[in-house]
């Protein structure tokens, strides 16, 4: 059934809508990206991110070369990518992070380990970030594209959620592994900048605007159970108590939809 719907979604161009047009996407502005992701909240996570997909920002930074290889397959929804930033101690602060990449020869040796990373055993590479300058304690983060068949890289454990079935959130190991020069998405060590393109759509759109989908399919439910629900000989809805529950709620979600559209707008 994906599969179909991809088909559909790509031919409206709502596959990859976040990618700029230049690159083959639909080329949706924030608010638009908001609103189409505020409508992908009255479905389920799984379903949006197979027949949906936004292609990370972080991907944006690929040169030329890059692009061909790891940019438009995913457009194309040939090939599927995950972002491989947090690790055990490195969360919120994505600064803390411990997997360094080295020098070796004109290339790269990435050691390290990631957790929590989500879609990890339906990916065929990851956008991993590393330490690349260990004399800056940790503070000199770059961005490196990984083949997950690379010898040394490990799609272990799926950590199990309690919600978002149909997909995985894995614990990544990295052994030694040899990058190409090539693997280095953008310049050296601007990796937190490039991240952060990334996490403000997520947060913007995959979360926030999401969200506010959710809850407003979750009140059509209870909207329609208060409705059909009789107790005493009425609707339950009929009761002041359940009508000023559903009212607040509705203000709630009214106010959610202006916070995340507004703040769409001015992205
Ligand atoms: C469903 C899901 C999918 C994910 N997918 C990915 C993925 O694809 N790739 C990836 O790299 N990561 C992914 N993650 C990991 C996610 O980015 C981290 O969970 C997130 O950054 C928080 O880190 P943490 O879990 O280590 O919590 P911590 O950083 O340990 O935070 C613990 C608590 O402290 C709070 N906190 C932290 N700092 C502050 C502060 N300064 N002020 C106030 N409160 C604070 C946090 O809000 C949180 O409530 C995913 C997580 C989930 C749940």
């Not at 809508?17 to 389920?44: C, D």
């Not at 970030?129 to 083949?147: E, K, M, N, P, Q």
């Not at 979750?218 to 359940?242: H, P, W």
Request: proline fraction near 1%; charged fraction near 20%.
């Amino acid at each position: 059934m994906a599969s179909a719907i991809f088909e559909k979604s790509n031919t409206l161009g709502l596959y990859a809508m976040n990618v700029p047009s230049e690159f083959g996407g639909a080329g949706l502005s924030a608010l638009e990206t908001m609103m189409v992701e505020e409508h992908f909240g009255h479905t389920i996570d799984i379903l949006a991110r197979r027949a949906f997909r936004n292609v990370y920002e972080v991907h944006f930074g690929c040169d030329e070369a890059q692009r061909d290889r790891w940019l438009y397959p995913c457009v194309s929804g040939d090939r599927t990518v995950s972002i491989a930033i947090t690790e055990p101690e490195a969360g919120s602060d994505a600064r803390a992070i411990t997997t360094k990449a080295q020098k070796d020869g004109s290339g790269w040796l990435l050691n390290g380990r990631k957790h929590l990373i989500s879609d990890g055993l339906f990916s065929d590479f990851f956008v991993v970030s590393a330490v690349t300058d260990l004399s800056t304690g940790g503070r000199s983060i770059s961005l490196f594209l990984v083949d997950k068949e690379s010898p040394g890289v490990v799609a272990a454990r799926d950590q199990n959620m309690m919600g978002l079935k149909g997909t995985s959130h894995v614990e990544l190991f990295f052994d030694d592994v040899h990058l190409d020069a090539d693997s280095l998405i953008g310049e050296l060590e601007s990796g937190m900048r490039q991240i952060r393109t990334t996490l403000g759509r997520v947060c913007l759109a995959q979360v926030g605007a999401r969200s506010v989908g959710k809850s407003a399919q979750i009140m059509d439910l209870a909207v329609d159970y208060a409705r059909t629900r009789k107790r005493f000989g009425k609707s339950i809805g009929e009761f002041q108590m359940i009508q000023s529950m559903i009212a607040l709620d509705t203000m709630k979600l009214g106010s959610g939809l202006y916070d995340t559209t507004s703040s769409g707008g001015w992205s």
